[in-house]
């Protein structure tokens, strides 16, 4: 049997070998599920919401109170004809009125432009979504959020305060534009005017709107007197 003089040094770096299967090598990497309708991490995984529909109870009600009043008033007249009473004046005048005044009478045309525009506004509404005071927000795909109009200019015209050289601020939020109006009463005023857009568009992305407006800034400077 020959011996080694110099055995193998063992170093302290070695780690010890695991009879054990390396079950971590076998592993499939780990993958996470997107929801539906997102992409990558962050805010691309969030999805833009649509504002919700208005339900419209009190246009509702009306339009079936006046439908029912009508459909009913004629009902109750056809059936009263039938049992062989007179037809009622109203109805009586109605048809005469119909039957002898021109197309082009000052009546007739007010009457029809009048149908018209009842015709057209209920077309409006029911094609409209409704609830303007709430402006859509970008949000993960199981949930729906708006942000009330009122308090997103309220959160924009505290960022424009925070600018030095702003006294005052006025902040009107529309769905296309955030128009900024400013009173300075120090520094320059296209400086501030400059800081004033950079913080109102750094507010504008905290927001999370859906679709974020543009933003128009105007400034002009107040006496300190």
């Known amino acids: 049997m020959i011996h080694d003089p110099h055995p193998p040094q063992s170093s302290p770096w070695d780690a010890p070998q695991d009879p054990r299967p390396a079950a971590n090598a076998l592993r499939k990497p780990e993958t996470h599920t997107r929801p ?3 992409t990558g991490s962050g805010p691309d995984t969030w999805h833009a919401t649509h504002r919700p529909w208005s339900a419209r109870r009190l246009v509702s009600a009306a339009a079936a109170f006046v439908i029912l009043v009508a459909a009913g008033a004629a009902l109750v007249d056809v ?4 049992a062989g009473r007179p037809a009622a004046t109203w109805r009586q005048e109605l048809a005469h009125a119909l039957a002898t005044r ?3 009478d000052v009546w007739m045309l007010a009457g029809a432009a009048l149908a018209a525009a009842v015709g057209v506004w209920l077309l409006a509404l029911a094609l409209s979504p409704g609830l303007r005071r709430l402006l859509p927000m970008r949000s993960p795909a199981a949930m729906r959020a708006q942000l009330d109009r009122r308090s997103a200019a309220l959160l924009l015209r505290d960022a424009a305060l925070r600018v030095p050289g702003v006294r005052n601020a006025r902040i009107r939020l529309r769905r296309q534009r955030i128009l900024a ?4 009463h120090f520094r320059d005023p296209g400086q501030v005017k400059t800081d004033l857009a950079d913080a109102l ?4 992305d905290r927001l999370a709107l859906s679709r974020p407006p543009r933003i128009v800034v ?8």
């Not at 059936?79 to 039938?82: G, K, L, N, S, T």
């Not at 109006?181 to 300075?184: E, G, I, L, N, Q």
């Open 218 to 225: 105007r400034v002009r400077r107040r006496s300190t007197k």
């Open 201 to 204: 568009d750094d507010a504008r």
């Open 102 to 104: 021109p197309v082009d």
């Open 181 to 184: 109006r400013a009173d300075v």
């Open 36 to 38: 539906p309708g997102t």
């Open 79 to 82: 059936i009263a004809v039938r």
